[in-house]
């Protein structure tokens, strides 16, 4: 299975899938944006124009609210309606025949105007004066009206259902005495059609399946043509809800003047009647655009391709032994600067096979002639074993000492470590002994040293011959220029967060005064001699290997410090991981 997909794991393949990979990302990015985009906008349109329809019904609403006021204002303006009820506020009885014209003046009003079902004219005493009958007021509606109507000094009073005819609804209004400062003086009782305030057409709305409901202050239904239990839109807060196993939408708008609520049902699959066919469109689109860009992507991972196909065949006769020049191809500018790349590298490795060929030859001569130099410190060494056997023989026991001395330092000299050019600073310290050893022939109690050093420092790995010079520097230069006993200290301690070793190397010798010290620290900067005669070049060399070995973590080269007739110090700071391979080393060292 896996060698089946390794066959197809090709630089052509791999193109071709990123770039339909990247395709199908693309469209199916810019198809739900703008399917969520355009759907969002005609949901948005839908509920504008059906929250638009509810605003429209209102106003017709309104409308047909403003005809009863007028009309009902009418009645209780009427100069003989006020008449009458003047006098039934002062007591009087109110005759039959007043009773008829009153009768006769509310019904001509009431023919008047459209969808007024009857007037009813009440006494403050709430005795009906119109009709003539013995019908109280308390017993036609609830009290509770006839306290709103009172609260609302004359404006009309929606009730609701008629509680003797359900086909009407009906409405109340104080009648006020314009001639007694506006006091109570009866109550106007109005019984409207039903049908009078019917929704407009369904047809007109073009939605299937939608509902209208007109709603009362109080959330009793007015008018419906919801033929089902409205319990479960009267009390759903959601801007959607489930009837019938179907989705829908609730728009209410309530009426300031009436204080009733128009409340609209719109299917939610008629909102989004589009939003289908523009989904079928973005499917359609997609599938075309991705048959056309594979075919592109098909041809161009191809044309890309083939070129470098070419010169991998060529590169495959070269891991087999041909290195031969793959022919100039024309194609993009980074194919033929690849090809041209590689063309240049067969020329450079078959010039490289030649050149490797003659120094191989070069190398074995080589080390024919290196064993043959490695008898030569052999010889000195065996020499210099013979002289101090000889001079034990003779009871010279201190020129063989010095003997032994030399030796050594001979052989520390010349001799390769196992660790290359590094050792531990406990070797640097035995060379620095058989030095100081050598030195004592010529200076004698004249020169003097010590060492302090902890013990732990005695494994970590320096480069070979770094303090040894600087001993050296200030043996000829400290003890060789003056007459008196000069002590020579070696200090190595390490720094405050023991990643480092400081080592100094100082003497109580002549100093150096300011001027030349300037001039070897400008020297040792510059690389170059710090005197005509060579003097010096210790130093030089010691600040140039500090900055080879430690490149990166040396903190800084060698710090020279002198006063003239007090000393020179003469000092440098190193890593204690300088070099990986350390060995372990167990002693004690503070030498006096």
């Not at 693309?26 to 969520?36: A, Q, S």
């Not at 303006?77 to 007043?98: C, H, M, V, W």
């Not at 003539?132 to 709103?148: A, F, S, Y």
């Not at 620095?432 to 004249?446: L, N, S, T, V």
Request: neutral net charge; proline residues 3%; glycine residues 6%.
């Amino acid at each position: 299975m896996f060698s089946r997909l390794q066959k197809w794991n090709t630089l052509r393949n791999q193109i071709l899938v990123v770039f339909l990979v990247v395709m199908v990302i693309v469209l199916l990015i810019v198809g739900l944006l703008t399917f969520n985009k355009v759907s969002t906008l005609l949901k948005n349109n839908a509920e504008k124009q059906i929250q638009q329809t509810a605003v429209e019904a209102n106003g017709r609403l309104e409308s047909l609210y403003k005809q009863i006021n007028m009309a009902s204002k009418l009645v209780m303006t009427n100069d003989t309606i006020q008449r009458t009820l003047t006098k039934a506020y002062g007591g009087n009885p109110i005759s039959f025949a007043e009773r008829q014209q009153l009768k006769g003046i509310v019904n001509t009003i009431q023919a008047n105007t459209e969808g007024i079902f009857s007037f009813e004219l009440y006494t403050n005493m709430m005795n009906s004066l119109v009709p003539i009958d013995d019908t109280n007021l308390v017993t036609r509606i609830d009290g509770k009206w006839i306290q709103q109507a009172d609260s609302a000094h004359g404006r009309l009073v929606w009730i609701g259902d008629d509680p003797r005819n359900s086909d009407n609804i009906l409405a109340l209004r104080r009648v006020n005495l314009m001639g007694h400062d506006y006091a109570n003086g009866g109550y106007l009782l109005i019984s409207i059609y039903r049908n009078y305030l019917q929704f407009v057409d369904q047809d007109e709305t073009n939605i299937e399946n939608q509902y209208s409901i007109l709603l009362d202050q109080n959330s009793k239904v007015i008018l419906s043509n919801y033929q089902k239990s409205l319990k479960p839109i009267l009390n759903n807060e959601a801007p959607t809800l489930s009837l019938n196993n179907q989705e829908y939408m609730m728009t209410k708008q309530t009426s300031y003047q009436t204080g009733w609520t128009m409340v609209i049902l719109t299917p939610v699959k008629a909102l989004t009647k589009g939003i289908s066919v523009l989904r079928s469109g973005i499917v359609i689109s997609g599938i075309i655009g991705f048959v056309i860009f594979l075919i592109s992507s098909l041809f161009l991972s191809t044309f890309i391709t083939r070129p470098i196909i070419k010169l991998t065949k060529t590169m495959q006769q070269a891991s087999a032994g041909s290195l031969t020049m793959n022919p100039s191809v024309t194609t993009v500018n980074e194919i033929n600067e690849l090809n041209s790349t590689y063309n240049q590298l067969v020329k450079e490795t078959n010039h490289l096979i030649k050149m490797v060929y003659q120094k191989e030859i070069t190398r074995s001569r080589s080390e024919l002639k290196a064993l043959q130099a490695q008898i030569n410190p052999h010889f000195l060494f065996n020499t210099l074993d013979a002289l101090k056997w000889t001079l034990e023989d003779k009871d010279e026991e201190e020129l063989a000492e010095f003997v032994v001395a030399m030796s050594n330092l001979f052989r520390y000299t010349i001799t390769k470590q196992n660790d290359g050019d590094w050792v531990s600073i406990k070797d640097e310290i035995q060379h620095i002994e058989d030095y100081m050893e050598i030195m004592k022939m010529r200076f004698g109690d004249h020169l003097k040293w010590n060492l302090h050093m902890p013990v732990e420092t005695g494994h970590v790995k320096i480069p070979k011959l770094l303090i040894q010079p600087l001993v050296e520097n200030a043996v000829l230069h400290g003890a060789g220029n003056t007459m008196k006993p000069c002590t020579i200290s070696v200090t190595i301690q390490p720094t405050a967060d023991q990643d480092y070793l400081q080592i100094l190397v100082v003497d109580d010798g002549p100093g150096i005064n300011q001027e030349k010290l300037d001039s070897i620290k400008q020297a040792i900067q510059s690389g170059g001699i710090i005197s005509k005669n060579g003097n010096g070049m210790a130093i030089s060399n010691v600040h140039k290997r500090l900055e080879l070995y430690y490149p990166d973590r040396l903190k800084s080269g060698l710090a020279i410090i002198s006063e003239v007739n007090i000393g020179t110090t003469v000092s440098f700071v190193i890593p204690v991981k300088g070099e990986e391979d350390h060995v372990e080393f167990k002693g004690n060292f503070d030498r006096r």
